[in-house]
């Protein structure tokens, strides 16, 4: 399996996106690589809400202020007047519905990061709090054995005298 450079996939992955907008399989012919390859590229970037244009990824270019404006103007439209606005403007209609998501939420990207940091921590917490719960379980169980031990010994230290 070959391995390629996060540049080399980056040059790429502009290419396929806007404005270029050039065909997976022109790129197979001209560079050699498999076509599901590149199509997953080109799938991941978008999930990721890449854009490449000027040199800039989406979210550099379009500060919260330019994200909002954007978003007020495309409510109103329909969804071919939305995509026309789209292609004018080098974006997909998948990153103005995340934009407007992010501003409902409330979210900037330091508190998803934050979100989930304490998603793991949350998760270790629980695994911690599971082992310790054992821990004392197999602790209550050694001291019951101990009482019952000493118990028993003095039960037989009895017998033994009578």
Known sequence: MATYSKAFKEKLIKKMLPPENKKVKDLV?????????????????????????????SKEKYSKEMQLQIIIETSGMNNQETSEYCRRKGLYVEEIEAWKKSIINGETDKEKKIKSE????????KKVKKELNRKEKALAEAAALLILEKKIQAIWDSDAEN
Do not use: F, M, P
């Not at 012919?29 to 990824?57: C, F, M, P």
């Open 29 to 57: 012919k001209e560079y050699k690589i498999h076509e599901q390859t590149l199509y997953k590229w080109r799938r991941k970037a978008k999930s990721n809400g890449i854009v490449y244009q000027d040199g800039k990824k």
């Open 118 to 125: 304490l998603k793991i921590k949350d998760s270790e917490l």
